[in-house]
């Protein structure tokens, strides 16, 4: 037997969660399918920040190219610097929408979900522990100026570092810091599913095992069960098996999949209320003394090729080793919780998120590929394609060039 809804939205994810709330404010019904349990993989597991934009891409930029900066001339590494910001504007311009908005969602989002979901602001300090990370992060900080980005933070030196943090080691070589929000992960995945549901989407445990189609438009999506969903829309927010999903439908969106993981650890006083990122790691404070550490591998994350979510030793020890030796006396801390998923990116770790209509289907479309930051792009995601789908598939004037570098092009005929 089948069943009728307006949109069925496949993943119960932070995306696919956010997608139906945000229909559901339009009065759009949906009904999420979901083979586990909301936020059962990597969005209950994520730091759950929303970081300055410019800063987030810029940085992670400037770790994936430092090994290569010793073999580059000043006016090449110039170059390839704004090479990069320039090809990540996209990315920046949907971190914008949903950075700006945050706060007052949040109050909105939590009254309609019934649920705290541990909101904080707090400053999030970028600690150069060598003379050339800290020459790469003040030239960062000043081509983030240079491109009209005024706002957040600015340069700190060793000694006002010491004075916010009197444990850090001592020969750290200054930082930037910008501004950063934080949630619980959970729960802020629990508050959207159960806001949607209160609006009239409801949630289905089932594992979705391919379409059915009339022309260009699906028409149901099938169960393991055998039963038949009928749909008028379909969202597929499958993060790292968007893959197989979109293979479902004639062509495979390329995906990479990389592994995460982190520790969480109670100290016993609370840690400064302030985030710390290196080259090498980040600690992330949370609420009843407890932090969040994860430490960054060569390679960061971890590249899988079979689905491979199992937590490695290795990774809890160097997270541990990463962390007492920014913070010596950390180790007097207890770890409550070594966690981890795993993430969808494009090809080659690049940060090209996939946000809007399937090219070849008229009432398909895809979010995907957000990488590490599922919940930076959470609401940017969940409102563009509520506002996408409302339209027939139109985007909006204002940000309809911005959707168009999101396209899912690469699903068109040849190019899966």
């Given at each position: 037997?089948?069943?009728?809804?307006?949109?069925?939205?496949?993943?119960?994810?932070?995306?696919?969660?956010?997608?139906?709330?945000?229909?559901?404010?339009?009065?759009?019904?949906?009904?999420?399918?979901?083979?586990?349990?909301?936020?059962?993989?990597?969005?209950?597991?994520?730091?759950?920040?929303?970081?300055?934009?410019?800063?987030?891409?810029?940085?992670?930029?400037?770790?994936?190219?430092?090994?290569?900066?010793?073999?580059?001339?000043?006016?090449?590494?110039?170059?390839?610097?704004?090479?990069?910001?320039?090809?990540?504007?996209?990315?920046?311009?949907?971190?914008?929408?949903?950075?700006?908005?945050?706060?007052?969602?949040?109050?909105?989002?939590?009254?309609?979900?019934?649920?705290?979901?541990?909101?904080?602001?707090?400053?999030?300090?970028?600690?150069?522990?060598?003379?050339?990370?800290?020459?790469?992060?003040?030239?960062?900080?000043?081509a983030i100026r240079s491109a009209g980005y005024e706002e957040g933070g600015d340069w700190l030196e060793p000694d006002e570092l010491k004075t916010i943090f009197p444990n850090i080691n001592p020969q750290i070589k200054g930082g930037m810091w910008f501004p950063v929000f934080k949630v619980e992960p959970y729960k802020y995945t629990l508050c959207l599913a159960q806001a949607a549901e209160k609006m009239g989407c409801t949630i289905r445990s089932g594992e979705v095992v391919g379409f059915n189609s009339k022309g260009t438009r699906v028409t149901s999506v099938v169960l393991a069960s055998g039963a038949k969903v009928e749909a008028d829309e379909v969202v597929l927010a499958t993060g790292p098996w968007t893959g197989q999903s979109t293979s479902w439908l004639g062509n495979e969106l390329p995906v990479e999949v990389h592994k995460e993981q982190c520790v969480r650890v109670e100290l016993p006083r609370p840690f400064p209320p302030y985030g710390i990122w290196t080259t090498r790691g980040a600690i992330i404070p949370e609420y009843d003394n407890k932090v969040v550490i994860l430490h960054s591998f060569e390679g960061w994350p971890d590249l899988v090729?079979?689905?491979?979510?199992?937590?490695?030793?290795?990774?809890?020890?160097?997270?541990?080793?990463?962390?007492?030796?920014?913070?010596?006396?950390?180790?007097?801390?207890?770890?409550?919780?070594?966690?981890?998923?795993?993430?969808?990116?494009?090809?080659?770790?690049e940060m090209q998120a996939v946000l809007g209509r399937h090219p070849e289907w008229d009432n398909v479309y895809v979010a995907s590929r957000f990488n590490t930051f599922g919940f930076a792009l959470s609401l940017a995601a969940g409102q563009l394609m509520a506002e996408l789908i409302a339209r027939g598939g139109q985007a909006p004037y204002r940000v309809k060039k911005l959707l168009e570098a999101l396209s899912p092009v690469e699903l068109k005929a040849g190019k899966g």
């Amino acid at each position: 037997m089948a069943t009728k809804n307006e949109v069925i939205i496949v993943g119960a994810g932070v995306s696919g969660c956010s997608i139906a709330y945000h229909l559901a404010r339009r009065g759009i019904t949906s009904q999420i399918i979901e083979r586990e349990s909301i936020a059962n993989r990597a969005s209950g597991k994520a730091w759950a920040i929303w970081e300055y934009p410019p800063s987030v891409c810029l940085a992670l930029s400037l770790v994936s190219t430092e090994s290569v900066i010793p073999m580059l001339t000043g006016a090449e590494f110039e170059d390839l610097r704004a090479q990069m910001l320039e090809e990540r504007q996209s990315m920046i311009d949907l971190h914008w929408i949903g950075y700006h908005r945050l706060p007052e969602a949040i109050l909105e989002l939590q009254e309609r979900g019934g649920i705290d979901v541990k909101y904080r602001e707090f400053p999030f300090f970028r600690i150069a522990l060598s003379e050339e990370v800290a020459k790469l992060y003040k030239e960062s900080l000043s081509a983030i100026r240079s491109a009209g980005y005024e706002e957040g933070g600015d340069w700190l030196e060793p000694d006002e570092l010491k004075t916010i943090f009197p444990n850090i080691n001592p020969q750290i070589k200054g930082g930037m810091w910008f501004p950063v929000f934080k949630v619980e992960p959970y729960k802020y995945t629990l508050c959207l599913a159960q806001a949607a549901e209160k609006m009239g989407c409801t949630i289905r445990s089932g594992e979705v095992v391919g379409f059915n189609s009339k022309g260009t438009r699906v028409t149901s999506v099938v169960l393991a069960s055998g039963a038949k969903v009928e749909a008028d829309e379909v969202v597929l927010a499958t993060g790292p098996w968007t893959g197989q999903s979109t293979s479902w439908l004639g062509n495979e969106l390329p995906v990479e999949v990389h592994k995460e993981q982190c520790v969480r650890v109670e100290l016993p006083r609370p840690f400064p209320p302030y985030g710390i990122w290196t080259t090498r790691g980040a600690i992330i404070p949370e609420y009843d003394n407890k932090v969040v550490i994860l430490h960054s591998f060569e390679g960061w994350p971890d590249l899988v090729t079979n689905f491979d979510s199992s937590l490695t030793e290795q990774s809890r020890l160097s997270a541990i080793e990463m962390a007492t030796n920014l913070f010596p006396g950390i180790e007097k801390g207890t770890v409550v919780e070594h966690r981890g998923d795993l993430e969808c990116w494009a090809p080659g770790m690049e940060m090209q998120a996939v946000l809007g209509r399937h090219p070849e289907w008229d009432n398909v479309y895809v979010a995907s590929r957000f990488n590490t930051f599922g919940f930076a792009l959470s609401l940017a995601a969940g409102q563009l394609m509520a506002e996408l789908i409302a339209r027939g598939g139109q985007a909006p004037y204002r940000v309809k060039k911005l959707l168009e570098a999101l396209s899912p092009v690469e699903l068109k005929a040849g190019k899966g």
